[in-house]
């Protein structure tokens, strides 16, 4: 759960961290057609059949933001389709993030092996292995960069209003 969860917070983020990433997938499917939509439908197929969502905190929690949209996605199998197909194109982008070397794409097992015994599904698990992604991956220009930092400040803003709130995290 927690590897297909932080594919899906991938999704979301890697248009932020590295735009040219979404460009350099797009290529890839018009280059190989046949080969990124086998992968693609393959990899959303997996995730939506073995998504658990069993843990009690994530189960009997479901009025939080966290566990509510945990069990959202196993609710059918519409919901599991879907967050499938979205965890997959996380999947995907990530690949299409160039890092800095051919010994930091080591991050990628050692990211998913240290997810993978994690019972309870929570993105706090994903902090860092996430910020070493951010130190590896190759940087675009300091002008992104700085757009980067500033829409991640208004985002962690939003999120500590939200958490403070405690209607959103901790009911």
């Not at 199998?77 to 997959?88: D, I, K, Q, T």
């Not at 092996?113 to 675009?140: G, H, K, M, N, T």
């Amino acid at each position: 759960g927690n590897v297909y969860l932080c594919l899906l917070w991938k999704l979301l983020w890697v248009p932020i961290v590295h735009p040219p990433a979404v460009s350099r997938l797009a290529g890839w499917a018009r280059q190989h057609p046949l080969l990124i939509g086998s992968v693609f439908a393959a990899l959303a197929a997996v995730i939506a059949v073995t998504m658990q969502v069993d843990h009690p905190y994530n189960r009997g929690g479901g009025t939080s933001f966290r566990s509510g949209m945990l069990l959202f996605f196993v609710s059918g199998e519409g919901p599991r389709v879907l967050f499938g197909v979205l965890a997959s194109l996380g999947l995907l982008l990530t690949a299409a993030t160039p890092l800095r070397s051919p010994a930091a794409y080591m991050l990628y097992p050692i990211w998913f092996l240290s997810l993978l015994p994690v019972w309870l599904i929570e993105p706090r698990y994903y902090f860092v292995p996430w910020a070493l992604w951010l130190l590896l991956r190759q940087p675009r220009s300091a002008g992104g960069e700085w757009v980067a930092a500033a829409v991640f400040g208004i985002l962690a803003g939003v999120g500590m209003v939200l958490i403070a709130s405690t209607d959103w995290f901790f009911p």
